[in-house]
């Protein structure tokens, strides 16, 4: 592949600031959305357009030609979301929503903040290839922040803390190596397809030969396993020492190895980075565990929204730290997966959390003579439904995409058409999927 297209594919990364911005909007949209369509009482045909405009929609731009004035972004976002609670105070009590269907058990704000992440993560997929993406975004070669080094993290935290381990559920070896077994085969499938079509894949991400799919196959795996030995509300410790031996590692001599030119001459030197960040992702596989664990058990209710609160708080000021602290001494590096990286993940995966409980108990309040509103979008619930499924579509789309087009010389007005489409035909399927209560489990 060409040099040029090396030299596209660069980043160096933005700061931690502006890539944490860049999730606000589309906290505040999730709200902006559900209370119009409360307010609205939208049917069904067209609740889905809604969501598409106020979610969907925001998401691509905010990403791509919004991205410099996202501060404004956000204050507008702010003032709407708002200007809607009120609204929402004023209206009389109404009949229970046409659309929102069967009382979901899940809690809304972890549908929501894990939806958020997913689609994100999945416009990002495509994106990147269009010039109409900031370069900065991408993901960066060795240390830094970006969009898109955060979402690798933040796509394992949020798929993990709506486990099943999450519930101290002890799967049996048989079970969990059946259940990573559609991982294998994604992870060949795109092996086979990458190396046959001669797709362009950075070499700096995974390795030669290695896939995202492979790495969420051996994180799932051994994490289920390490699972397996204690109650789920050990895992913490279980994934600090996991993270700590990690890093005694990458500072005794994977660093080095991983960061240097030397020749790929063999399978785990042509594959270093993909199987050297195994032990990473696996704590913060295992964290998010033990986190999903402790969302489930007790932020419930509106008696507990002190303990909820307080809980939150007491996270995220030792996450931050730790991951300042690291950060300072370390470098923060999505390629190493290293502690800095991981404290990062786990902070801003808690922030977003946490601004979404917020929302939700301001949507509490903003419809408290109305308990008949919609806590999670529609098209989030179908996601969520089939997360595994979103993402591989997702690459499958982008696959085609650039095998039908050099996305490189496509104009902005062009890309922010097709990524549009892209995210809109991928919500219409999901959609679709859920409406016919399929699901794919892995386990």
């Not at 955060?150 to 070896?173: H, M, T, W």
């Amino acid at each position: 592949m060409s040099q040029d297209l090396n030299d596209f594919m660069k980043s160096e990364g933005t700061t931690s600031i502006e890539t944490l911005s860049l999730i606000i909007p589309s906290i505040l949209g999730v709200y902006i959305s559900t209370t119009s369509a409360t307010i609205l009482q939208s049917e069904k045909k067209w609740q889905f357009a809604l969501e598409f405009i106020t979610l969907l929609l925001p998401m691509v731009l905010t990403i791509t030609i919004l991205s410099s004035y996202i501060y404004a972004v956000i204050t507008i976002s702010f003032i709407l979301c708002l200007s809607l609670f009120y609204l929402a105070q004023q209206q009389p009590p109404q009949a229970v929503h046409k659309f929102e269907g069967i009382e979901d058990k899940r809690i809304p704000f972890i549908t929501n903040a894990r939806a958020t992440i997913n689609i994100l993560s999945v416009i990002a997929i495509l994106a990147v290839d269009f010039p109409v993406f900031p370069r900065r975004f991408a993901k960066t070669s060795t240390y830094g922040f970006s969009l898109m080094d955060l979402g690798v993290g933040l796509y394992i935290f949020a798929n993990s803390i709506v486990s099943p381990e999450c519930l101290n559920r002890k799967d049996s070896i048989a079970k969990i190596v059946k259940s990573c077994i559609p991982l294998m085969i994604l992870g060949l499938l795109r092996l086979v397809f990458t190396k046959s079509l001669d797709y362009h894949v950075p070499v700096s991400e995974y390795g030669v030969h290695w896939n995202f799919f492979f790495t969420l196959l051996l994180t799932k795996c051994i994490s289920s396993l390490t699972v397996r030995t204690a109650h789920v509300k050990h895992m913490r410790t279980f994934s600090i020492i996991i993270l700590i031996s990690h890093e005694l590692l990458l500072q005794f001599f994977l660093q080095d190895i991983v960061m240097g030119n030397e020749p790929r001459t063999n399978f785990f030197l042509a594959n270093k980075e993909g199987i050297s960040s195994i032990l990473g992702y696996v704590s913060l596989y295992i964290y998010a565990v033990y986190y999903g664990h402790i969302l489930n058990e007790e932020v419930y209710g509106f008696t507990k929204v002190y303990a909820n609160i307080k809980m939150f708080i007491s996270h995220l000021i030792i996450t931050g730290t730790l991951a300042f602290i690291c950060n300072m001494k370390l470098g923060t590096s999505r390629r190493l997966i290293n502690s800095s990286y991981c404290f990062w993940v786990v902070f801003v995966g808690i922030l977003a959390a946490f601004l979404f409980y917020l929302g939700e108990l301001l949507q509490r309040f903003a419809f408290a003579k109305n308990k008949n509103y919609i806590k999670s979008p529609y098209i989030y619930k179908a996601i969520n439904s089939n997360a595994l499924i979103f993402f591989l579509l997702g690459n499958i789309f982008t696959g085609t995409i650039n095998f039908v087009c050099n996305a490189r010389d496509v104009s902005d007005p062009l890309a922010l058409f097709i990524l549009v489409m892209y995210i809109f035909i991928l919500a219409l399927i999901m959609c679709g999927l859920h409406e016919k209560k399929f699901k794919l489990k892995l386990s």
